[in-house]
């Protein structure tokens, strides 16, 4: 092999070795930019689709309703003094009332409640 031909194929193997870094550098930017798109998609689909637990007062009953997309199982209900909630399941858009005996100017209420995933807790101010 004379010199000519070493300097070319040395040249060539220097380009195929730059190619290949760059290739790599690249499939390692995009993989990473799908990961942080799939992470953004998954917390956002998981908060669309996760229950939301409303409470209000409507008339002398307490309204506890589930506005979200998935059943919620109640955990507790602290602030009430009903023992019978928990375990009880919620579905999307169901109601459930509570008799309030109470006469006083407000009333803090924390409900902690989950689905499948996670646990969550909702704090409200019930005022006459």
Request: overall charge positive; proline content about 2%; aromatic content about 10%.
């Amino acid at each position: 092999m004379n010199f000519t031909n070493q300097i070319i194929l040395n040249i060539a193997s220097l380009s195929i070795a730059v190619i290949l870094i760059v290739g790599v550098t690249l499939i390692s930017i995009a993989l990473f930019k799908i990961h942080r798109v799939l992470k953004q998609r998954n917390y956002l689909l998981q908060q669309t689709s996760r229950p939301y637990i409303f409470c209000q007062k409507n008339q002398n009953r307490l309204e506890i309703r589930n506005i979200g997309q998935t059943p919620a199982i109640i955990d507790s209900i602290t602030g009430l003094s009903s023992d019978s909630v928990h375990g009880q399941f919620i579905y999307q858009g169901q109601i459930i009332f509570y008799s309030l005996n109470n006469n006083s100017a407000s009333t803090n209420i924390a409900i902690n409640y989950h689905d499948q995933f996670n646990n969550y807790q909702g704090n409200f101010e019930i005022s006459n």
